[in-house]
């Protein structure tokens, strides 16, 4: 197979998609620093160039954190090659796969879970992020935003305006959304 990789910016000016014609990985994984990444081949690789500082993989894309003071211009070409080398290698995004979706906790709690997966999961991934759930207690929803989202200037507005209106509309006992910092 001919790996293709195209590249596409984020709403984070620091991150950017590469984007690959070929499944890297069902659902997510974020290794948003060089420690974390220990457990995955193809993100110790990348974080190796100087100039990475987060890595973040969803289905057939690797979002890129820039280090500050690095140019896109500078660096694009040279992730671009190396992401067409490492899928063409196979080279593994885990060592280990991850387990399924399970759903747990109260109705309420269970639906907001399946909300935030079929609704919000996707949406958040076309911009190079992703969103999990954490908890829900007295009509607050907490998540946490990786990926693109983390520290992005717009999350805020997604999270309040998107997310939160939606669950609200879904879910009545749903008050608030907050995002969990990194």
């Known amino acids: 197979m001919n790996i293709n990789v195209y590249t596409e910016s984020t709403p984070n000016p620091a991150t950017m998609k590469f984007i690959v014609n070929k499944l890297l990985i069902n659902g997510s994984v974020d290794y948003a620093t060089r420690e974390s990444a220990e457990h995955s081949p193809f993100a110790k690789e990348l ?3 100087s100039f990475v500082n987060g890595v973040f993989f969803a289905s057939n894309f690797v979002t890129v954190t820039k280090a500050e003071g ?4 500078d660096i694009e070409p040279i992730i671009k090659e190396f992401v067409k080398g490492a899928v063409e290698s196979e080279l593994k995004v885990q060592e280990a796969e991850q387990e399924e979706v399970n759903f747990e906790g109260t109705e ?6 399946q909300i935030l997966h079929d609704y919000v999961r996707p949406a958040v991934e076309q911009d190079g992020g992703a969103i999990s759930y954490k908890s829900f207690n007295d009509g607050i929803v907490t998540v946490e935003l990786r990926g693109s989202c983390s520290g992005c200037p717009s999350s805020t507005l997604t999270l309040k305006s998107g997310i939160e209106n939606l669950l609200k509309r879904m879910v009545p006992e749903v008050q608030e959304v907050v995002s969990e910092a990194m």
């Open 47 to 49: 974080y190796k160039f």
């Open 70 to 73: 690095t140019e896109w211009d």
């Open 108 to 113: 309420s709690e269970i639906k907001i879970q």
